[in-house]
């Protein structure tokens, strides 16, 4: 290896040495370094022109020896021809970081003749020459090439080479946007060989494609690209892609899924003249250095639209069995097939890779690099062009592999080596439909209602909003006079003179002006006088004179007193006095009532309260999502579809609406029709995660394996998106975070979900209904519970995907079923506990949990089976206390107690603090008829902090309980509590019950009357106010709500026969006796 000396001069005397190093191997783990100088220049002496000269060398402040005592001839020159030595060794002594930034001191001394009684010579320092050592750590001319293949023409491939990497020593990042460049040499005008037009620009890691794209890994690429030592090409090379050759290419990809992209180590070494044929024999029999292999997951080409995808991907050593495992390749590009190229001369404008006897030859001399990173690429043709740009890699390298193991190659996997590739096409191998095409799809299928037939104004509009105007004003005229003068007018009554009258009159006129109420009366008929002046009279320029604005005046103001009196008189007096006061129900009201009555199995007045909000506000979509879900539960899908279309109609963008039309669509088996929902839905809203899931979902109903692999990855990816921002914007509002918590959560965030771990897509088939997904599920279920009882420690499945392994996803536990089975059916569908349905989402979630809590949400538990699966293997799920949450209400949808028990328990033993989990397990102890567990489940659960997702029912029962134990204290106490938190004819119901049975009549009166007010089709209700009424004497109205009571069937008898009882006590309250 020639080093090249830095010399130091001296005035009027220079001098020269040509040294020589060399690194040589030693039988210890060290390495011998020597450095030889041959000769020596233009010496000259203080003492002569031929003075005798020495050379001594030095190293790390250590004196390596001095050569023998050479006389300089006349011409200046002396040939000295010493070598001197040091052990360089990694492990310890001199090391790396020495031979980096410590050169090696060549000092050139002049020894003086003696004098007379000189004992000792005297030397003179010449010159000194500073030799760097850091080439040997370079290598001899070393330089890495990156190859690849594609289809080019029908089945033959196109080697697409990338040569001449620039080593880069660290430091700097690498500027961006920089220019591609052309992947010919000997281009020699000066910027030419860049290609116009084109830039690498880089991006977020996250946004890659590749295997470093996690935030955990950002620290590590940061500084493998800008502190550690790297190679650089920059490269873009292009090739044409036929239609046949594309064709190929798609079906490769598909079978194949990984795409080999080798790399090796090269010197630069010329090949001599006249030698070729000698090369030409030999090669067959030499080994390549360093020869690596990245393995690049191109499923994303075939991705609907995708014509690019840019990644970092890990370097392995190149080994055939695993190469040809991973993607079915028999061949080496660099090994089997460079030869062909050298001869054929197909580089397509790259050198011709170099002899591997040049390679065998100078291996010897090589000295690893550590950390290298890469950088080049590829660029479309005309139909189909493949672009790989060759960016980073961070590279050890050393040795000679032979076919059966590398340990050259596998410094690569030591190191963290990595290469940073970019493919793109010029046109997509999958065509994406437009947004617009699947609007026009959905349009097609659902056509937009119609709008509102608009009501036009006119004069008879106009006149009938004045009559109501005035009808309004005079009602609040009125009760303003009964707040003034009711008590005087009911002593009074038909004694009331004219005198008292008019000062009345007076009285209420100067209230009326002094309070502002006349003014805001004008204000509020003002609008209705315009209208007329407008519509009617059709004036709606300025008049031209006063004359004519005083006549129009008179003639109005004598139209409005007419149509005054006309108003006055429609108004009859039962309108304004003597009115019920009647208490309105909002929709939210109306909502509450139909889900207790579905959670009370009485689905007809369940159905009556969502007809009736879709009466009131028939343009409301929501309601008409609200009554499709209660049809799912009821399994009117039929019925269910319909609502949702109709919801769709309404807002052909509302995300939840084509959602559910796509489930729809999936259950009633109109596969076509599904995936136009869903994927109008992913266009919508690109940042959806449940239309992802839901579309990635369909996708594996119909085996598409690459698209559910595409719907499943850009889900996470969004949810990750999500949660990265949440984060952001919590730390903005609550200052600066503790930099290991953050790290925690950074490291936390998966692929899939919001943990550790590496992404993968599970392919699950289609169970054949809930019960065959569930009796899976629970066998696998059985088996990690006793894996857990024996280890102590909860069985998470967290085993993590390496797209290499295998070449499609394959399903753990689950037996590939037909997909196009019927819908699946829920059995015993009444039982359905919608407590447990509403889950909130806690912090670390996946794709699939949040699925499943929007189909739980609307109700859609047919769907749920298949997600469920899913989260059991992903590696970010599987059973954690929300999963077994959901699986314990799933059977209790069929009256599974026992396994539902099962789960609860798994659920608890993961989060004893979880209000939901004691809250279900009431529930399953009340439905089950174990009233004594399910009261103290539900007293844990009020006693939490933190409330269960659903309270409301939690009191409700637990109320329902102390009344059947006779605790009415604490049922009034806990009744209260739900009529504060959402008040509802049950809530009343039950405070009502209790203060009864206290005998506190007069509040037991006034709730009950809530109770009546809020829903007076409860025949308990009417059955507690006949007890009210004939316990404290009043006989009509106990015989009418008794009537009532029979009239609307009560089915309690024991509360019938109490009522007899009383009645017969009393002596009325039967008008049947």
């Known amino acids: 290896m020639h080093l090249n000396p ?19 191997q030693v039988p210890s783990a060290g390495r011998l370094v020597q450095i030889t100088v041959t000769e020596g220049y233009d010496l000259k002496g203080f003492k002569g022109d031929t003075p005798v000269t020495f050379i001594r060398a030095e190293f790390n402040q250590v004196v390596l020896g001095d050569s023998a005592k050479i006389t300089v001839s006349p011409e200046g020159s002396a040939k000295y021809n010493f070598t001197s030595s040091f052990e ?55 330089n890495y090439m990156v190859g690849l293949q594609v289809p080019s023409l029908g089945e033959k491939d196109y080697p697409i080479l990338f040569k001449n990497g620039t080593l880069k020593l660290g430091g700097e990042r690498e500027p961006v946007p920089r220019p591609k460049k052309w992947p010919i040499a000997n281009i020699l005008a000066p910027g030419a060989n860049n290609i116009p037009d084109a830039f690498i620009v880089g991006g977020p890691y996250e946004e890659e494609e590749g295997e470093l794209n996690h935030p955990e890994d950002s620290e590590f690429r940061n500084q493998a690209e800008c502190i550690k030592k790297r190679i650089i090409w920059d490269l873009e090379s292009r090739c044409y892609l036929d239609p046949s050759a594309v064709v190929s290419f798609q079906k490769r990809i598909a079978d194949c899924r990984l795409w080999p992209v080798e790399i090796t180590r090269v010197p630069l070494v010329t090949i001599p003249k006249g030698k070729a044929g000698k090369t030409e024999k030999t090669d067959e029999e030499a080994q390549l250095s360093f020869h690596g292999v990245a393995y690049v997951n191109m499923v994303p080409l075939l991705y609907p639209g995708v014509k690019r995808i840019r990644g970092a991907f890990h370097v392995y050593p190149y080994l055939d069995s695993v190469v040809h495992e991973k993607t079915k390749c028999l061949l080496s590009l660099f090994r089997d097939i460079g030869h062909h190229l050298i001869h054929n001369n197909k580089i397509g404008g790259i050198n011709s890779l170099l002899s591997k006897q040049a390679v065998s030859k100078n291996l010897k001399e090589d000295k690893p690099v550590k950390e290298k990173d890469i950088d080049g690429r590829p660029r479309p043709g005309d139909v189909q062009a493949p672009s790989i740009k060759s960016q980073s890699s961070d590279t ?27 493919i793109q096409l010029d046109k997509a191998l999958v065509p994406k439909r437009m947004p617009e095409e699947l609007a026009r799809r959905v349009k097609e299928m659902i056509p937009p209602r119609p709008p509102l037939t608009r009501r036009t104004g006119g004069a008879q509009k106009a006149v009938s909003d004045y009559h109501i105007q005035i009808k309004n004003i005079s009602r609040a005229i009125l009760d303003e006079y009964y707040r003034m003068f009711g008590k005087q007018v009911a002593k009074l009554e038909s004694d009331m003179d004219s005198e008292t009258l008019e000062e009345q009159k007076c009285q209420l006129s100067y209230e009326l002006n002094c309070s502002g109420k006349y003014f805001a009366f004008k204000e509020q008929l003002k609008h209705a006088v315009v ?43 039962d309108d304004v006095q003597g009115t019920v006061a009647t208490i309105y129900t909002s929709s939210e009201q109306l909502q509450l009532f139909a889900f207790e009555a579905e959670v009370n199995e009485n689905f007809e007045m369940a159905a009556a309260y969502y007809k009736e909000r879709l009466v009131r506000e028939p343009q ?14 009821t399994e009117d899908n039929i019925k269910a579809q319909e609502c949702f279309q109709k919801a769709l ?71 990750q998106a999500r949660m990265l921002q949440a984060q952001v914007t919590k730390q903005k509002s609550t200052g600066v975070e503790d930099t290991e918590e953050r790290g925690k959560r950074e490291s936390s965030l998966g692929p899939w979900g919001i943990t ?16 065959a997904a569930l009796s899976i599920l629970d066998k696998f279920l059985e088996e990690s519970s006793k894996l857990q009882s024996d280890s102590q420690e909860p069985i998470l499945t967290t085993q993590t995907w390496d797209p290499s392994i295998s070449q499609k996803p394959s399903n753990t536990f689950i037996k590939e079923i037909p997909t196009k089975k019927e819908a699946s059916k829920c059995q015993d569908s009444s039982a359905l506990l919608h407590p447990g349905l509403h889950y909130g989402v806690s912090q670390t979630t996946t794709i699939f949990m949040e699925t499943i809590h929007f189909l739980m949400k609307v109700k859609a538990v047919q769907y749920v089976h298949r997600v469920l699966a899913h989260e059991l293997l992903c590696p970010q799920g599987g059973p954690s206390c929300e999963y077994y949450l959901v699986l314990a209400q799933t059977h209790i949808l069929k009256k599974n107690f026992a396994k539902a028990e099962e789960y609860l328990q798994q659920a608890a033993q993961m989060d004893y603090l979880n209000p939901n989990v004691w809250g279900l397990k009431g529930h399953l102890y009340f439905l089950s008829g174990n009233h004594s567990e399910a009261k103290a489940c539900y007293e844990r ?74 829903n007076n089709y409860n025949a308990e209700v009417w059955a507690y106010l006949a007890l009210v009424c004939l316990k404290v004497g009043r006989q009509l109205e106990a015989e009418q709500a008794y009537k009532y009571m029979i009239k609307l069937k009560l089915k309690d008898e024991a509360l019938l026969a109490e009522i007899h009882t009383l009645q017969e006590t009393v002596g009325f309250g039967n008008p049947s006796f």
């Open 6 to 24: 830095t010399l130091g001069k001296r005035p009027k005397k220079t001098e020269g040495l040509f040294p020589v190093g060399d690194m040589e």
């Open 88 to 142: 360089f060794n990694p492990e310890g002594g001199i090391t790396s970081d020495d031979l980096a930034h410590k050169p090696v001191f060549l000092t050139v001394t002049e020894v003086l003749p003696k004098e007379k009684k000189q004992k000792e010579e005297k030397t003179l320092i010449l010159g000194q020459a500073v030799v760097d050592l850091l080439p040997l750590l370079e290598g001899p001319g070393q």
């Open 396 to 422: 050890p390298l050393e040795g000679e592999p032979p076919l059966s193991h590398n340990p050259e190659g596998q410094q690569y996997v030591e190191a963290g080596t990595y290469i940073v590739l970019e």
């Open 531 to 573: 209208k007329i002046v407008r519509d009617k009279y059709l004036k709606t320029t300025s008049f031209e004179s006063q004359e004519e604005l005083q006549t129009f005046i008179s003639e109005l103001y004598v139209f409005l007193v007419d149509q005054m009196h006309v108003a006055l008189n429609q108004t009859m007096p």
């Open 620 to 633: 409301n979509l929501d309601h008409w999502l609200d009554y499709g879900a209660f049809c799912l539960l």
């Open 649 to 719: 109609s309404l807002n052909q963008s509302h995300i939840h609406s084509l959602l559910l039309c796509g489930v729809l669509a999936v259950l009633l088996e109109n596969y076509e029709q599904a995936e136009i929902f869903f994927e109008d839905a992913t266009c919508l809203e690109p940042t959806n995660v449940v239309a992802w899931t839901l579309l990635g979902l369909y996708y594996e109903i119909q085996n598409n394996d690459i698209r559910m692999e595409m719907a499943f990855h850009e889900a996470s990816k969004q949810l």
């Open 756 to 771: 550790n771990g590496s992404a993968t897509a599970i392919k699950v088939e289609a169970p054949a209904g809930p019960g």
């Open 941 to 1014: 659960t009020i006693s939490f902090v933190v409330d269960a997702s659903e309270m409301h029912f939690i009191f409700l029962r637990l109320g329902l309980i102390y009344l059947e134990e006779k605790e009415y204290e604490k049922a009034k106490k806990t009744y209260m509590q739900a009529c504060k938190r959402s008040p509802s004819c049950l809530t009343w119901l039950g405070l009502g019950i209790a203060c009864y049975r206290l005998e506190e009549l007069t509040e037991a009166e006034d709730a009950l009357s809530e109770a009546n007010a809020l």
